[in-house]
């Protein structure tokens, strides 16, 4: 973290209440690091693991806060400038927060791509 704010890998600084996503991609298969960077908490990284399918990004998001490691259901729509995420009512299913329903997913702002450096 520098002073002018939390600074994301490979990109340097990033405001307040963004989020950054490394995606990398062979066929079907999708793994990732997914950090978020809360206004004025610390920032939290994890990893995701998923598939790619009809335009959206199914993964299982695994990250580790004050010591516990928490597993969720990333789900990311592909568009032609960049992903959006999916939030909706999620349910603790065996150690892991799923999505009740995928279908009635609402979807965040867009997460503009950038080219890799």
């Known amino acids: 973290m520098s002073g002018s704010g939390p600074v994301a890998p490979g990109i ?4 307040p209440d963004s989020a ?12 990732g690091i ?9 920032p939290v ?3 995701f693991t998923g598939t790619l399918e009809d335009g959206q990004i199914t993964a299982l998001h695994t990250e580790i806060t004050a010591g ?3 597993r969720t259901e990333l ?15 999620q349910l603790l299913t065996e ?3 799923l999505f009740r329903d995928k279908g009635k997913l609402a ?3 867009l997460m503009r791509a950038t080219a890799c450096r």
């Open 12 to 15: 340097g600084p990033v405001p």
């Open 20 to 31: 950054y996503i490394q995606l990398d991609q062979l066929g079907d298969l999708v793994t």
């Open 34 to 42: 997914y950090s978020r960077f809360p206004g004025r908490a610390a």
């Open 45 to 47: 990284t994890g990893s």
């Open 68 to 70: 516990d490691t928490i």
């Open 75 to 89: 789900v990311l729509r592909v568009e032609n400038d960049g992903l959006r995420l999916g939030h909706g009512e």
């Open 95 to 97: 150690g892991i927060l």
């Open 107 to 109: 979807f965040g702002p």
